[in-house]
């Protein structure tokens, strides 16, 4: 059983916290209270961009204000703008103090049909969504100022972006941001591609996978954080994967079968490009790095977010092995505490939530094997707009790759195209069935909207 949240629950925590913004007495609060993070002091250097303008356009780039300090920017207009403004939004960049900025992947098609585009930096690094929110909706609002008057408002505004991005895009147009964020723009369609669209299950996801595979290695901590995680992590490898030096690794026929398998089931369950997905050595490290984290993503929060309450790990299917009961009797159970990510006076979250409650067209991207941010936030996503009634103005496509946000081009300008044909016509696109079970296992699900076979992924059928 999922330890996360119910749609409904969500809901109704959101409500309760809107109504406690418009009215602190009636939560029991008659002032704010100030609290500061170990995030609120670090500080960052914006780069200037060296991007070169492409024939057609004008580029501007430099520093706008951002949130916690000035961010870099980049914004490109085309001499035949359509009057419609993309904000890009940038993946996470780390915990270094230089904040950078570039284009979108897909910036000639863009510049090509008479869209302007726009970046930030953001004024942080870090998981600092925050951040990526109010100064990408920031640099939209200084759009007209930062071009020299040059150029009448916006007539609309879309935003779109990759992974941590995709949270931002994402969290952009849900109904907790207008209502709270100190910049506000109402974006007329998102397009998160590859994106955390379930904020508290991607770092449960992180959690619970390090955790069960210390245990399965027989280094499962008694305590949490585990402090000697990264210490013991060359053994935690070397007991489940017979191999780790190559770009793909692979698995032990034992418990490194059964971590496999525990993570097919958290995080999605039976599907295509999973199992090469699953042996991508980057994508592997990468999710090992975070073990021994403490819960507050790095200093943005200030209590622990994680918690395995309820948590099934399961690496069979049918009824549960005495195994598998004497294996969740034995790991760690780890309360979150459920004051991680409250509500807070005055603006966003700390960790802006994606609750499912949008207005406008919104479409997804999401590649079946990513194991960094798994193909499960897209069925978490789909349940949360379901439950606030929005599940028609979502479209979600499949892609069949295997790493994290490893989409072509055609891919990225098809969804965009369709995206804005929506928005404009209200004619729906096509998406992806992704809460099916027997759908999502099917051989050859993700078919319909991959464009380009990748290495090691079997191709789709041809079509008659």
């Known amino acids: 059983m999922s330890a996360h949240p119910t749609p409904l629950i969500r809901t109704s925590r959101l409500l309760a916290a809107l109504a406690c913004g418009l009215a602190l007495a009636a939560c029991g609060q008659t002032t704010p209270v100030a609290e500061t993070r170990a995030h609120d002091e670090r500080t960052f250097t914006p780069v200037e961009a060296t991007t070169v303008p492409v024939a057609g356009a004008t580029l501007y780039r430099g520093q706008h204000a951002g949130i916690q300090g000035p961010a870099s920017y980049l914004i490109e207009v085309p001499d035949n703008w359509n009057g419609t403004l993309v904000m890009y939004t940038h993946g996470y960049r780390g915990t270094g103090k230089e904040l950078t900025v570039d284009p979108p992947s897909i910036r000639q098609a863009l510049i090509a049909q008479g869209y302007a585009w726009a970046a930030s930096s953001y004024s942080a690094n870090y998981y600092d969504v925050r951040a990526g929110v109010e100064d990408t909706n920031a640099l939209a609002l200084a759009f007209g100022s930062l071009t020299g008057g040059k150029y009448k408002t916006p007539d609309k505004y879309l935003i779109m972006g990759f992974s941590m991005g995709g949270h931002v895009a994402g969290a952009a147009v849900e109904q907790e941001t207008l209502a709270t964020a100190r910049n506000r723009v109402n974006y007329a369609a998102a397009l998160p591609m590859c994106g955390v669209m379930d904020e508290e299950y991607e770092f449960r996801w992180l959690g619970d996978y390090t955790l069960a595979a210390a245990q399965l290695a027989g280094f499962g901590p008694r305590t949490f954080p585990q402090s000697d995680y990264q210490t013991l992590l060359p053994d935690i490898k070397a007991a489940l994967f017979d191999s780790t030096s190559g770009t793909l690794w692979q698995e032990n026929a034992v418990q490194g079968a059964k971590l496999r398998e525990i993570a097919r089931n958290l995080t999605g369950g039976d599907r295509p490009v999973f199992n090469l997905g699953f042996r991508v050595g980057s994508l592997q490290n990468a999710v090992f790095g975070t073990g021994g984290s403490d819960g507050t993503l790095s200093g943005i929060l200030n209590k622990n977010l994680y918690g395995n309450e309820g948590v099934t790990y399961r690496w069979t299917t049918g009824d549960i092995t005495p195994a598998e009961v004497a294996f969740n009797a034995s790991i760690l159970r780890v309360k979150a505490d459920p004051e991680a990510n409250r509500a807070r006076p005055g603006g966003l979250r700390w960790l802006p939530r994606v609750n499912g409650e949008f207005s406008v067209p919104v479409l997804t991207l999401h590649t079946l094997g990513d194991f960094y941010v798994p193909f499960r936030h897209e069925q978490l996503y789909r ?34 195209n369709d995206l804005v044909r929506w928005e404009q016509t209200g004619q729906k696109p096509a998406g992806d069935d992704v809460l099916t079970p027997a759908v999502v296992a099917d051989p050859a699900y993700g078919c319909r909207f991959t464009r380009g076979v990748r290495a090691g992924v079997e191709a789709c059928p041809a079509t008659p």
Request: overall charge negative.
């Open 383 to 416: 349940l949360a707009a379901q439950a606030s009634g929005n599940g028609d103005r979502l479209v979600q496509r499949a892609i069949r790759a295997p790493g994290h946000c490893d989409f072509t081009g055609p891919e990225i300008v098809e969804a965009f």
